[in-house]
């Protein structure tokens, strides 16, 4: 649970207690993967539709868990509305972690968990870290492992990037058929 203080709120872990400015929806384990891995200078708010991976697993698994039984209606929403407020490419600056890190991507994937956590709280009427209502670990990331969030955030990524794409490649491929047929009738030696 956090407390807050004027514009603050403190967070803890196994490690210990850390403030954190109420204008970020991160969290602590956001903030020291921050600190710990400032390795290649691209963060995670510079991927957007990785983000939306993120944010396609995180609205998936919340509906699934939903439908077992492990989310309130009110839980199931907010996160949802807070995963497709993502997908609308809000929030996106809340995303500061460096895209090389230790762990296999569990700072990635707490990121995600904590922006979408803290902004569900917010639309539940609750303040920034009343973890009691929803929790970041047990609520969000529930039912998920990072080693099958973060490659699932990362395929589905591709594939939205592949949509993006893939009239370009068809043009590509048209204008190299276009030429090909142009030069069909020129003679030449063979290039191997």
């Not at 929803?134 to 990524?157: E, F, R």
Request: charged share 20%; glycine share 8%; proline share 3%.
């Amino acid at each position: 649970m956090a407390t807050s203080d004027k514009g603050f709120r403190t967070e803890s872990d196994l490690i210990g207690e850390r403030k954190i400015s109420n204008e970020y929806l991160y969290g602590v384990q956001t903030l020291r993967g921050e600190e710990n891995f400032r390795i290649s200078g691209f963060h995670l708010s510079d991927y957007p539709l990785f983000i939306h991976g993120l944010a396609w697993t995180k609205e998936a698994a919340a509906i699934a868990n939903h439908r077992l039984g492990l989310l309130t209606d009110a839980q199931k929403d907010a996160i949802v509305q807070a995963c497709h407020e993502l997908l609308e490419g809000k929030h996106h600056e809340h995303f500061p972690v460096d895209m090389i890190q230790g762990g296999a991507g569990t700072t990635t994937n707490m990121n995600a968990n904590e922006v979408i956590c803290n902004r569900a709280l917010q639309i539940m009427g609750h303040e920034f870290g009343e973890f009691q209502y929803l929790s970041p670990n047990d609520h969000v990331n529930g039912s998920q492992s990072t080693n099958d969030a973060y490659p699932t955030a990362i395929h589905l990524g591709l594939y939205a990037s592949h949509l993006k794409l893939r009239p370009h490649l068809l043009q590509l491929i048209k204008a190299l058929r276009d030429k090909a047929a142009q030069f069909a009738h020129v003679v030449k030696m063979g290039r191997t």
